[in-house]
């Protein structure tokens, strides 16, 4: 008997899991998700309380895990959809205007974005951290800042997205990848075809909707 413990990312919840769980409950004896920001899923892994897990920390630290990938997707600007025009092209100039809701520098997408605003040389003031996705989200639909988020993250939170207007990432586009990582030589087969599930998963149910919000997005997701 099978008895499975996945560790997903916050970003993957809703219709995610239900669709998951749907196409593994007749394999799977006992079947376990669990929801958490990515240094959560890391250390289940590492600590074996997760036998895989689907994640955008890289794991590039970690040895003795094989790893999958799932789908790779560009930053994007969440802006209010209300109130003054902000000028989309020009980082600092928009911090000028509203504050950047940034996310907790320790989590993985804070950094990332910390990272790459350094490499910019885009240096704006900072005044409000969240470690909730959806918190920064509320931050933003209620006119008090604009935000750095993820396609994936941002659909997650339907009624909050009407309240905000999406736009590209100014040049140079940076990538947020997600991967599927399980221990090598445990369960193999068992974590490719989840692999397979997780891929199908995002290209039916998320991308349509994603698209359709904003067409733009075609081009800057990639499920693999």
């Known amino acids: ?117 350094r490499r910019m040389g885009v240096d704006i003031e900072r005044r409000f951290e969240f470690d909730s996705p959806s918190a920064i989200l509320s931050m933003v639909s209620s006119g008090l800042g604009w935000a750095i988020m993820n396609p994936l993250t941002v659909f997650e939170m339907q009624p909050l997205l009407r309240k905000v207007r999406v736009a590209p990432f100014p040049a140079p586009v940076f990538l947020r990848h997600l991967n599927l990582f399980a221990r090598a030589g445990e369960i193999d087969g068992t974590a490719e075809r989840i692999a397979v599930m997780a891929r199908q998963i995002l290209r039916t149910h998320y991308l349509p909707e994603l698209i359709k919000f904003a067409a733009w997005l075609k081009s800057g997701i990639v499920v693999h």
Do not use: C
Request: aromatic share 4%; net charge negative; glycine share 6%.
């Open 1 to 117: 008997e099978l008895r499975l413990r996945i560790g997903l990312v916050d970003s993957l919840a809703d219709p995610f899991v239900p669709e998951l769980v749907d196409q593994l409950h007749s394999s799977i004896h006992s079947l376990s998700i669990t929801n958490g920001i990515a240094r959560i899923v890391r250390t289940g892994l590492i600590e074996r309380t997760l036998d895989l897990i689907i994640t955008n920390d890289p794991m590039d630290d970690v040895d003795g895990i094989v790893r999958h990938p799932v789908l790779t997707e560009g930053y994007m600007l969440v802006v209010p959809r209300t109130g003054a025009t902000l000028p989309l092209t020009d980082l600092k100039a928009m911090g000028r205007r509203l504050p950047l809701i940034r996310w907790n520098p320790q989590s993985r997408n804070g950094f990332d974005i910390e990272r790459q605003l």
